[in-house]
């Protein structure tokens, strides 16, 4: 590939990682709402998890798992419910008086970065995409080293993307924002994670 063809492929993750999805659902909803502090910490988890996901597929984990159906099944199921948790706890959280936004303890960021790995390590998906992205942007005898050259270059493509959404959405303005429609954001997450879960129940992993 030449330096016009990787160009195109990151800036291709780029959009992809940047679109709504649970990832960013997960990232903004926390910086609104417990500031930019906890929106790294979650987005930390976040890139831990896409990155396990990354290096499976460079160690040929994808091909492995796609000859074994059931273990996608397996991650589809429990990825799906953790989804749901996140949708009750948002409407938790709606039903909830205003509160002040909290300082989040060392405690509470270990448990960030937790969710954060979760979200994406019970993303079936996420182990297709970087299995395809190989696929698609590598020559079918690549050696090792391209492959994880690629890798270290996607992975940097999705911190970008993802330590820039907790900046983001942590700005004082978003967070002023958050703090007058609390609620209506809370329910919007809700009813987003309602949504991401039952797609990834009836996705079909082809």
Known sequence: MNGYEI??????WAIAGGSPGPATLAISGTSMSAGRGAGLMIAAGIVFGSASW????????SAIMLANAWVFEVIRYIGAAYLLYLAIKSL???????TMM???PIQASRTLFAKGALLHITNPKAILSWGAIYAIALPANAATVQVWQ???MLICVSMTVFFGYAFLFSSPRVARAYAN???WFELTFAIL???ASVKILTARIE
């Open 7 to 12: 160009l195109l492929i990151l800036i291709g």
């Open 54 to 61: 990354g290096i499976a597929a460079g160690m040929g984990m």
């Open 92 to 98: 938790m959280k709606a039903a909830r008086p205003a």
């Open 102 to 104: 909290p300082v989040v």
């Open 150 to 152: 690629l890798f270290g």
């Open 181 to 183: 429609m609390r609620r």
């Open 193 to 195: 994670f309602g949504a």
